[in-house]
């Protein structure tokens, strides 16, 4: 068994880079809201959310894992487009 305060310590530091990527993925959001607004391009695009989805779960190996990182991407993608459409909204 590994120490716990050790995977604690890895825990935390996966947290600090998921904070720093979740900020660059919401500023690409914002650079995505913008293009969208231009180009009348409604925010939800199924097509492209499932195929997103089945590309990176491809690079899931572990199968118990896999429906776990559908959710994680699919709440991810539904923030993405909460925060679009409270950009859009002030945008108008």
């Given at each position: 068994?590994?120490d716990?305060?050790?995977?604690?310590?890895?825990?935390?530091?996966?947290?600090?880079e998921?904070?720093?990527?979740?900020?660059?993925?919401?500023?690409?959001?914002?650079?995505?809201?913008e293009?969208?607004?231009?180009?009348?391009?409604?925010?939800?695009d199924a097509?492209?959310?499932q195929?997103?989805?089945?590309?990176n779960?491809?690079?899931?190996?572990?199968?118990?894992?896999k429906?776990?990182?559908?959710?994680?991407?699919?709440?991810i993608?539904?923030?993405?487009?909460?925060?679009?459409?409270?950009?859009?909204?002030?945008?108008?």
């Amino acid at each position: 068994m590994k120490d716990l305060n050790e995977s604690r310590k890895k825990i935390n530091e996966i947290d600090a880079e998921m904070a720093k990527l979740f900020v660059d993925r919401m500023n690409i959001s914002k650079d995505i809201a913008e293009y969208k607004k231009e180009n009348s391009i409604p925010i939800a695009d199924a097509n492209r959310e499932q195929a997103l989805l089945e590309n990176n779960l491809k690079l899931i190996e572990d199968e118990t894992l896999k429906s776990y990182y559908v959710n994680f991407m699919k709440t991810i993608m539904n923030i993405s487009k909460e925060y679009q459409q409270s950009l859009l909204t002030n945008l108008k």
